[in-house]
């Protein structure tokens, strides 16, 4: 009897979204009305997600810094590091292959009312308003860079707190992490409610007159999945870094490429790194700070859009100026936010660095939405993946795992 019950388990959650993935596809080219309306099924799951992620971030970051018994590494900075030469080394993806393969936009005029960040300064100015913003508010407005920095300041007061407090928030972590399980297993029908509606009510046609660009963003990002992240982990761990890179890709980024949202993907990540056996202590910080500031994919939009207009407008590029556009799209790319479409905002930041004024700007922006049916979920795939494979590279490194 145990054998054939055995036989008959149910399909892992990979399995099933990618069933989704096909049953979405099959409804959308059958009857289009009918993907339109489980679209409903998609809103659901990715609202769900974006409502659990807030709370969770500041509920384990304090349950996890609170409990933390002195001795316990936690081996961040080492993720830090890794997390800034990524980004970094993304964004220098993004402008080789925009060297290698330059590719020029279809300009055209868009709305006003958008608004984009004036400088490098404004960043700055805005990440630290982030910080110190109020703990309702940031809750409300799903701002992580608050919500961690309450969460570390909530965790250390609470560290000198009593047992009983400590193990009461320990406690409450664990009942928000199994609210979060429980919204995960419903990823395939978001899957499948996200993928049929999105084919029935765009579909790719909008795509093909930016096929170019489009292969250059999405092949830079692949590249720095299949090659720049392997490398990087290879030197950090001096092991075969695929077992780990795929695993992630697969866990990770299929759920990230479909919900596009970092930040609603944070919940995937804490589950999958439970999965890898990794140290709670480590990833419960290391997560939800990746999906702020670990933004690969952001860094290589950044570049590769932006020396799309400046092809487009002519203007010739030197070797200094292209490291410096380097350098600005990771600390750029580092201020975008976990949610789709994100990073576009930043690029006339970019943009500046050449003199291009931000109604030309804006209008790259414009094109960055009409290509960001593939390119955003491509994007967010190679972000969220990254925080796993980074976090796991750490403590490898570290002789964990």
Known sequence: MTERSSSFRAPSLVLQIVIGLIAGIVLAMAWPAGATAVGLLGTVFISALKAVAPVLVLVLVTASIANHQHGQKTHIRMILLLYVIGTLAAALVGVAASFLFPSKLALKAVEAGMSAPGGIGEVLKTLLMQI????????????????????????????HASQTTRTLVSDLSDAITWVVRLVIKLAPLGVFGIVASLLAESGLGALKQYAHLLAVLVGAMLFMAFIGNPLIVAVVTRRNPYPLVLRCLRESG??????????????????????????????????????????????ITISVLTLAAVNTLGYPVDLPTALLLSVLAAVGACGASGVPGGSLLL??????????????????????FIVGVVQDSAETALNSSTDVVFVAAAEQARGRG
């Not at 943009?351 to 960055?368: E, Y």
């Open 132 to 159: 110190v913003d109020n703990p309702v508010h940031a809750l409300l407005n799903a701002n992580y860079i608050g919500l961690l920095a309450w969460a570390v300041g909530l965790g250390l007061a609470l560290r």
């Open 254 to 299: 299929i759920t990230a490429f479909f919900t596009r949202s970092s930040a609603a993907n944070i919940p995937v990540n804490m589950e999958l790194c439970r999965k890898l056996g990794l140290h709670e202590e480590t990833y419960s910080v290391a997560i939800p700070l990746g999906a702020t500031i670990n933004m690969a994919g952001a860094a």
């Open 347 to 368: 690029i006339p930041l970019a943009c500046g660095l050449f003199g291009i004024s931000n109604d030309i700007a804006m209008q790259v922006v414009a094109v960055g």
